[in-house]
């Protein structure tokens, strides 16, 4: 555990298109903290020692003329290789934990919404972990919605991730999400409860 004393770190995470994102608007609508590891990877992913090292590590062909990284490609094969996804991983973590640090030591009460938390080794930081999981043919149905790509497309993605039972298994709190909006909603409010951060 990290040394932050007085600080309640909840460890967001869960499957793609279980409802994350609606858990973490709730938390921050009521006074949390959020840190959105996703939004600090795009951060990293523009910056040039980053780059650098993924043009070195991995492929050049991945960061454009421009100098920016081409997310797409980038996409294609770290989701069809498991080997250059881990190597991408191994690279792009460290950034992500040195800046997460940075922020959490700005804040009181943080949510940390972070899809790959294990996989970053992030939840040695939290004080608990919470958990958002559905029906894997629900999460198809919505990513390819969101996303605006195919349900075999989604279902890839899903594939590579860990499943429900590994999230149960290694959380405080987990919500099941094949309901509606509302229901979730009321949820995270409940696990807000339990942990006094209202």
Do not use: W
């Amino acid at each position: 555990m990290l040394d932050l004393p007085n600080i309640t770190i909840v460890g967001l995470t869960g499957m793609s298109g279980a409802g994350k994102s609606t858990v973490s608007r709730v938390f921050g609508e009521r006074g949390c903290d959020i840190i959105d590891c996703d939004v600090i990877c795009r951060e990293i992913a523009a910056r040039e020692d980053f780059l650098a090292e993924v043009s070195e590590k991995i492929s050049p062909q991945l960061v454009t003329s421009e100098g920016v990284l081409d997310r797409r490609l980038t996409a294609r094969l770290i989701f069809g290789n498991e080997q250059k996804r881990e190597l991408y991983n191994r690279i792009i973590y460290p950034y992500v934990t040195y800046e997460v640090i940075g922020r959490i030591r700005q804040a009181r009460r943080v949510l940390l919404d972070a899809p790959t938390l294990f996989e970053a080794r992030l939840e040695g930081i939290c004080t608990h972990i919470a958990a958002v999981v559905a029906d894997i043919e629900v999460c198809v149905k919505r990513i390819a919605l969101r996303d605006n790509i195919p349900e075999e497309a989604a279902r890839a993605r899903l594939s590579v991730q860990h499943s429900a039972d590994f999230f149960r298994r290694n959380s405080d709190f987990f919500i099941e999400n094949n309901g509606s909006e509302e229901q979730l909603i009321e949820s995270a409010i409940k696990i807000m409860e339990q942990l006094e951060m209202q």
